[in-house]
């Protein structure tokens, strides 16, 4: 291994709280230094994945890659060790691109109350935050990194956020941190049960070897679900999300949907069905239920609001939904389908939410019923609008499709062992979210930008796109685009490692099926 | 019998060991010659003696570490001075938090009304008995280092002379500490009385004998564990804390809450894990109930402060419930003996820097804002910035968020429950972490002013924070910031300060 290849994960992750830490040197009034160290920082974040990316070996996406496996807390077991997969490594490159393009966006729309200073810092801490979690292979060290994220991101809603931020951040903080705290005592429990250690891969076999009681293994699956399912967020955990999107300012947005949201689903992919397969195997007809509860709640919601950005909001619950019923068949068809939901979700909703606040911007609301007729005030406004609309709802040859369709799909055939009859009634709810999907985005897409401008802004100087917006949209357009009309781009690097989680769980059922 | 055997042996001069001594003996001389100097300065000059009280607690530290860097160990006295890697972590951690205390108090001291000469000469009086503590391995020793911290303490709580309520909270902290002594006195003298010796080795393997269910030994041990309840602020013997904390100047408050609490800490541990070791049937329901009461009260009666001070009271109520929790769990089995102990030890070094550094911010701010009302931190942010910053890392460290120091004091102490694993064990953990999930609140609603507020009086005048206070601040910090990235640090003073083998 280079020396290159050693160090190029630690600092893709590290060096953007590096570049937190020297922004705090820098005076508040050095603007332009303030912008450039900034981009700086998560460009060469960025950097380093796409080195990562070059240099990862595709046809081995099963293996952990780039390893670090150094001592940290002996004491506890607990090691600094982190590693890239097939299932790790494109959501750390979503997570990288998106910290850069929202540094680009915010360049010179800073929300109020303005402090560029504090508000790159945060998305910096983010950045490590999500990039660790992401890399993380130790249970101590993922929890960490997860929590890392929740205080920028509490921040970043309550200072800059809408008129009710300080309910909206409070209620984001207490959602998760209750969450958290039942995480980390069902890590604490694995470790006591799978021989005193944190190591997510060792704990594969040890737990499997301690052949835990089947309750015991049940409530520490509950403990992670809890936790996950609240990041997710998933049906009846998810109430946090509209308030907290909805207040939050457009780059706090978009990083908590294109990329907080995924730490939950990953963290299932990654910790509790791997460690845990047989309890999540008895789980998962409920996890498939609250997933197609969500796609038709979220769908419902969505058309009950009156506000642009709540909206795409409760679209979240909805295609988070997707993602999770492709996580609850717990095939590897379903897994992949849900990670890949996970990317073009980050890509999609991203785009919207970025839409939303330059809709704000220009309006100065977001009211579905005070807008309209964007089309003929701002052309390239409302047709990127339009394509994102087509991309969110499943549109084929746009990413969203891949994500959407085999989730569906996969609920035919759901791992062995899991009801079929109950899968296939998900399957035909989940279809017919598919169509409230249409519906809601359609609607929006229609409001907004379809008709004529309603008087108060008839004579108001609308602003096509400006340059920050170009540059930071480009990339996302693009990437719908590319793996819209070729998803193998990203289904040939998380098949392999997507087959290596569900191999326990084929092993689990079976000795199930046996006994 | 005993007396007749005190009558006839002769007396021996110890055989002391001056190297392992240094520390003391260093504190010691800087005292006095705080003292002498006092009388030969006059006022423009005084300064001096917070100089000269810091640069000793610096060389005294100096000896500590190369005590330890060495692993230069002695026992004197037949074994009731003992200098170990327990002693000097906690010597080293005392004299840590006093320098940080100094740098805390000295322009706090010098532009108030207030006599300096006297003000650092109690302060290291009562840090020379915090390091004694360290080393004291019999009742004797340990009592004449509690006093010899607590008398200077009493006269430090009501230094703001003019002022009512320091008058009430020196005087209160006075009689309360006065009965605890006597409590525990009695109690110590029950002990003396039924195995014969003031060596707590020797306790140790009495308590563990034939005599170990005489009713009078369960409550000597009763009696003690209570007094030095009263001197950690334990619910329900903590009444006294929050005026005494309020009343007192700042700085010694942090010095209290911080330095004293530790003390009081550093005997129970001796205590129970040495002297009392075979007799967790007594002290482990006991500390089961002060743990559980204390965390809940502290925090239920926190979350309805409005001045600062006094939130930072209940807090460090509650602080010292957590810190009690490992030692209600330990007696279960060996393996929660040890990493009980060693959560017990790290959790009292964080809680340490945490604790400081809130109060270093506290007096910062009130430099300006002339009062520790908490609405009065709306805003901050606009004007202080860098404090701002400072007392959100401080507390959400308190709250235990990752990736702050709290986080890890918190992580060992559940691992020390979950080792041991009995039913109440556990029953305990479960309301530790509710308790962590209430304190939330209270912590997370000072950030939300400083942050998210408007100012209240729109006075946006910078405060200009005094170089010795920021040095406290950034030492404080640096603390907090680094344990929390690598825990491993203080994991390993932890483990190396163990007593149970």
Not at chain 1, 376 to 394: D, E, H, T
Not at chain 1, 470 to 478: D, K, V
Not at chain 2, 409 to 427: C, H, N, W, Y
């Amino acid at each position: 291994m280079t020396f290159l290849d050693h160090w190029a994960l630690s600092g893709a992750i590290f060096i953007p709280i590096i570049g937190a830490v020297l922004l705090g040197l820098v005076p508040r009034r050095a603007e332009l230094t303030l912008k450039a160290g900034a981009l700086l920082a998560s460009l060469a974040s960025l950097g380093l994945v796409v080195y990562l990316m070059a240099r990862f070996d595709y046809s081995h996406s099963s293996r952990f890659q780039f390893v670090v496996n150094n001592q940290w807390i002996p004491v506890i077991h607990s090691r600094y060790h982190i590693g890239l997969d097939g299932i790790s490594l494109p959501l750390l490159a979503l997570s990288a691109l998106i910290t850069v393009l929202c540094v680009i966006y915010s360049w010179d729309h800073f929300p109020e109350p303005h402090n560029p200073k504090a508000f790159l810092i945060l998305i910096l801490v983010l950045a490590t935050g999500m990039n660790g979690t992401f890399s993380a292979l130790d249970l101590i060290l993922f929890f960490v990194f997860f929590e890392l994220v929740l205080l920028p991101m509490y921040f970043m809603i309550g200072v800059w956020g809408g008129p009710n931020r300080q309910y909206a951040a409070i209620k984001f903080f207490l959602f998760t941190l209750f969450g958290s705290a039942l995480m980390i005592l069902s890590f604490l429990a694995l470790y006591f049960k799978g021989g005193q250690t944190f190591d997510m891969i060792a704990l594969r076999h040890t737990i499997a070897a301690a052949s835990l009681p089947t309750a015991t293994a049940s409530l520490i699956f509950a403990g992670l679900f809890i936790g996950f399912a609240i990041k997710v967020p998933m049906f009846p955990f998810h109430t946090w999300l509209p308030d907290a999107h909805t207040e939050a300012p457009t780059v706090g947005s978009v990083i908590l949907a294109a990329i907080l949201l995924k730490l939950g689903t990953y963290g299932f992919v990654r910790i509790a069905i791997p460690i845990l397969p047989k309890a999540a195997h008895s789980w998962a007809p409920w996890i498939g239920l609250l997933a197609v509860i969500g796609i038709i709640y979220g769908a419902l919601g969505c058309l009950a609001q009156r506000d642009m950005k709540r909206l795409i909001a409760f679209s979240s619950v909805a295609h988070m939904g997707f993602v999770m019923l492709g996580i609850a068949t717990l095939t590897s068809f379903g897994i992949n389908a849900a990670v890949f939901g996970m990317v073009a979700h980050g890509l999609i909703t991203g785009m919207l939410f970025f839409l939303a606040g330059s809709v704000q911007e220009r309006y100065g609301t977001r009211e579905l019923s005070r807008l309209g007729g964007m089309l003929l005030q701002a052309p390239r406004l409302g047709w990127i609008l339009g394509f994102c609309a087509m991309a969110s709802l499943g549109l084929p040859g746009l990413a969203g499709f891949w994500g959407e369709f085999p989730a569906i799909l996969s609920a035919y055939d759901p791992a062995a062992g899991l009801s079929l009859v109950t899968f296939r009634v998900y399957m035909a709810v989940a279809a017919v979210g598919t169509v409230f999907a249409a519906g809601y985005l359609l609607w929006m897409l229609q409001r907004v930008a379809f008709g004529v401008v309603k008087g108060e802004f008839e004579h108001a100087h609308i602003h096509d796109m400006h340059v920050p917006e170009y540059l930071a949209w480009a990339p996302l357009l693009i990437l719908i685009v590319a793996l819209g009309v070729y998803p193998n781009l990203l289904f040939h690097m998380t098949d392999g490692a997507v087959k290596a989680v569900t191999v326990g769980v084929h092993a689990a059922t079976g000795v199930a099926a046996g006994g | 019998m005993l007396l007749a055997a005190a009558q006839t042996a002769a007396f021996h001069v110890p055989n002391l060991d001056y190297h392992a001594l240094a520390p003391e003996i260093v504190v010691a001389s800087t005292l006095v010659i705080v003292l002498v100097a006092d009388l030969f300065l006059n006022d423009e000059r005084k300064w001096v003696l917070s100089s000269v009280a810091g640069w000793g607690l610096l060389a005294a530290l100096i000896f500590v570490v190369e005590l330890g860097a060495r692993g230069h160990h002695a026992s004197m006295v037949g074994g009731a001075y003992v200098v170990d890697d327990f002693a000097l972590v906690f010597k080293g951690l005392f004299l840590v938090v006093g320098y940080i205390v100094l740098l805390m108090s000295s322009r706090y001291i010098e532009e108030g009304d207030y006599y300096q000469g006297e003000f650092y000469f109690l302060l290291l009086c009562s840090l020379l008995g915090m390091v004694v503590m360290g080393s004291a391995r019999d009742l004797i020793t340990i009592f004449v280092a509690l006093e010899t911290l607590s008398l200077p303490a009493y006269m430090l709580a009501g230094w703001r002379k003019r002022d009512l309520k320091s008058n009430e909270a020196a005087l209160k902290y006075y009689l309360l500490g006065v009965l605890a002594s006597a409590v525990m006195l009695y109690g110590m003298s029950l002990i003396f009385g039924f195995t014969g010796s003031t060596l707590l080795t020797d306790i140790g393997k009495a308590t563990q004998g034939e005599i170990t269910h005489a009713p009078l030994v369960t409550l000597g041990i009763f009696f003690i564990t209570v007094g030095f309840a009263f001197k950690v602020s334990a619910v329900p013997f903590h009444f006294w804390a929050p005026d005494t904390y309020e009343g007192a100047p700042t700085p010694v408050t942090a010095f209290l809450s911080v330095a004293s609490k530790t003390g009081g800490f550093v005997a129970l541990l001796l205590l129970t894990y040495v002297g009392f070791l075979g007799r967790s049937d007594v002290w482990g329901p006991m500390f089961w109930v002060l743990a559980a009461l204390t965390m809940t009260v502290g925090n239920l009666i926190a979350l309805r402060q409005t001045n600062i001070v006094r939130l930072l009271a209940y807090s460090s109520i509650a602080q010292a419930g957590y810190i009690l929790v490992p030692f209600a769990v330990a007696g279960s089995n060996d393996k929660a003996l040890h990493s009980a102990f060693t959560a017990s030890v790290v959790y009292l070094l964080i809680y340490a820097a945490m604790n400081l550094g809130a109060f270093a911010v506290v007096i910062a701010v009130a430099r300006k804002t002339r009062s520790g009302d908490i609405a009065s931190y709306g805003g901050l942010y606009e004007y202080a910035p860098g404090l701002t910053l400072l007392m959100t890392i401080f507390m959400f460290s308190l709250a235990g968020i990752p990736p702050l120091a709290g986080t890890w004091a918190k992580l060992f102490i559940f691992r020390a429950v979950l080792d041991s694993g009995t039913p109440s064990a556990v029953a305990l953990g479960v309301i530790a972490a509710v308790n962590a999930v209430i304190a939330l609140f209270y912590y997370a609603s000072i950030p939300r002013l400083m942050w998210m507020n408007p100012v209240p009086d729109e006075d946006r005048t910078p405060i200009r924070v005094p170089a010795s206070l920021q040095a406290a601040l950034a030492l404080t910090v640096i603390v907090v910031v680094v344990i929390g990235i690598y825990p491993q640090f203080f994991a390993r003073l932890g483990d190396a300060a163990s007593l149970v083998r």
